[in-house]
């Protein structure tokens, strides 16, 4: 048995993600990762989440299904057409394609679930409230009334045995600094998947929020972005 | 479109929920039913809760997928031994058989993506903190932090076009006042299911800690449940 204290981390298979567990490995938690496959449209994220947690190391990596396609309303999960080649500062306002309905605040609350049955008090989050794409559920007000919540919501909160910590190692960092600290870790981003919309085989397509922020981020380290991104006429 | 105002019910087919979703028809909401299946050992919850719906008559009811089998941990979707015939006051304290971890967390966060979506303001949950068998997240004081939480969570919230409200009718009522709540709204709780250990045909074992509760409340009232317990030896 390991007597470093665990930790739950969400693993997207992402930049942030992925810098957000080797920060949780630097720190000597016990690492439990989660993905979620909740119906996207593509393969290359939960490829992306197990490469990285197969390279960084993890004492478990559960892939939890949930279809919240059911739902309708997320252009990651439907047919939506995605916004292509936006500038960084229109994507922070007025949050015109909100990936998922209540994305994190569902992440987290199977992470809670899962720390519960493990007696972690550690849960890590890779949210950015910088470079944020303009999600309310990314920013630190949210985290900590999240946090409150959590420490009803349990028997072991309840008890007093338990005071869940929600780790959010990126959530003042801009993009640049978050690569810097991952590279600093040993992080290789060749292992990550970013893109809203990749190809079959995975490639990014570059225009997406997601691609063009970490764009921009490699671009502030002056540094080439590792993955491959697609060429379009 | 109806003009009503949109409410999403979380509802398991059990008395308690089925009350709540007479209530939340009785004070003229747009009923949008959701119920889990989380990998319960019996599929009469949810039969129940196809018969509820169906009865009281929704707007939608969907019925979402989790299995949260996979973290472990939950007598109600292991072979962990549940507890019989326990007296009512000691169900209360020490919670010793907690059937899911962060059980209404995830139920309410799933009901937040959908009231999202569908531009509901309204949550009914059939928490309640008096016969609550001693769950953490029944409690008042969870719900107030869960809908504060709630409403840092999501686009409408922080724009200030959405404040969510999450009902909780049942939450200061013994389970008598339910039912005679239920009864005067012409529930038929033959409909129901409440038992964490039915027979295969769904007939309850009437010695768990939920139909204790239950035959009790039927009992103050007067009447005799209407649903069938199974004999045992």
Redesign the interface.
């Known amino acids: 048995m390991s007597e470093r204290p665990k930790a739950v981390v969400l693993l997207s298979g992402g930049l942030d993600s992925t810098t957000t567990l080797a920060i949780a490995k630097a720190q000597e938690f016990d690492v439990h990762a989660l993905t979620f496959a909740y119906g996207q449209r593509h393969q290359a994220e939960l490829d992306a989440a197990r490469r990285v947690a197969a390279r960084l190391g993890t004492a478990q990596h559960?892939v939890?299904?949930?279809?919240?396609r059911?739902?309708?309303?997320?252009a990651l999960t439907s047919d939506i057409e995605l916004p292509k080649g936006r500038k960084p500062e229109d994507m922070a306002h007025g949050?015109p394609c909100?990936p998922?309905?209540?994305r994190?605040?569902?992440f987290?609350?199977?992470a809670?679930?899962?720390a519960?049955?493990l007696e972690a008090d550690n849960i890590f989050i890779g949210v950015n409230a910088i470079d944020y794409s303009g999600y309310?559920?990314c920013?630190p007000?949210?985290i900590e009334?999240?946090q409150?919540?959590?420490d009803?919501?349990?028997?072991a909160?309840?008890e007093g045995r338990q005071r869940l910590m929600i780790h959010t190692p990126l959530i003042r960092l801009t993009k640049a600094d978050i690569i810097r600290k991952g590279l600093e870790l040993g992080v290789d981003y060749a292992l990550t998947s970013s893109c809203y919309d990749p190809s079959p085989e995975g490639t990014a397509c570059g225009r997406c929020d997601s691609c063009l922020i970490r764009l921009k981020g490699f671009s502030e380290v002056g540094l080439q972005d590792p993955i491959s991104y697609r060429l379009e006429g």
Request: aromatic share 14%.
């Open positions: 559960i939890a299904q949930i279809d919240l059911l739902f309708g309303g997320s949050i909100y998922l309905p209540a994190n605040t569902i987290l609350s199977f809670l679930a899962w519960e049955v309310p559920d920013r007000e949210f009334a999240y409150h919540m959590a009803l919501a349990t028997r909160g309840v």
